[in-house]
């Protein structure tokens, strides 16, 4: 009986691979606008549900938003900082206020 031949394509070879550098994705401050009708104790449970602050933290920049015109929820990678933003835009507007939320790349 007579044998198959071999593939050509199937024997051993060595493959050299070249190692890309990953470098750490870029991160965004979550930052949290203040306004004339969002009330204090939403902006503090915003910061409480959404960024998973104590509520020291919480009451803190609350009280930099409200004195200072804005204050820095957190910093995130891209992707979670975007859906947080949306988050809070969503929270906010079904109870009716007009909370801003917006992403500042962190340098």
Known sequence: MARAP????????TK??????????RLWRVVLHNDDYTTQE???WILRTVFR??????????LDVHQR???AA???????ADTKAAQVK???EAQEFPLRCTLEPED
Do not use: C, H, N, W
Request: net charge positive; aromatic share 6%.
């Open 53 to 62: 602050k104590t509520e020291a933290e919480a009451v803190s920049i609350m």
């Open 6 to 13: 071999k593939d050509p394509g199937t024997g051993t070879a």
């Open 90 to 92: 969503a929270l906010a």
């Open 42 to 44: 939403f902006v503090v």
């Open 16 to 25: 050299t691979r070249s190692r890309a550098k990953l470098q750490p994705p």
């Open 74 to 80: 957190g910093i995130y990678p891209y992707d979670i």
């Open 69 to 71: 015109g804005q204050g």
